[in-house]
């Protein structure tokens, strides 16, 4: 059975830091690309970072350059996303997800796997 399951979520202060995690059971993540999304209540889920595991490509949305970074564990299958000076925008529940092919996109019907969310709460 493919599970997605995110962890690392909490509370913090603005300008705080937190670490997401994604680990992932049932399949490898080579060939597939690891997205991050993010959502808040009465607005659509919108992408903000993904990987592609196999050659290690990136994206990131415009307003978490610089401040958030995605990476990879191969031999524990799992992504991160490292998101420091955190701003209450920011807040959001974040969900990691996953499909086959090595394209950089965030575009929620490309991803065929999808974990059940963590908790990002940025108080100001």
């Known amino acids: 059975e493919v599970q997605l399951v995110e962890s690392g979520g909490g509370l913090v202060q603005a300008g705080g830091s937190l670490r997401l995690s994604c680990a992932a059971s049932g399949f490898s993540f080579d060939g597939y690309t690891i997205g991050w999304f993010r959502q808040v209540p009465g607005k659509e889920r919108e992408g903000v970072s993904c990987i592609s595991v196999s050659d290690g490509n990136t994206y990131y949305k415009d307003s978490v350059k610089g401040r958030f970074t995605i990476s990879s564990d191969n031999a524990k299958n799992t992504v991160y996303l490292q998101m420091n000076s955190l701003k209450a925008e920011d807040t959001a529940v974040y969900y990691c997800?996953?499909?086959?092919?090595?394209?950089?996109?965030?575009?929620?019907?490309?991803?065929?796997?999808w974990g059940q969310g963590t908790q990002v709460t940025v108080s100001s």
């Open positions: 997800a996953a499909f086959r092919g090595r394209i950089v996109v965030v575009i929620t019907s490309f991803y065929e796997y």
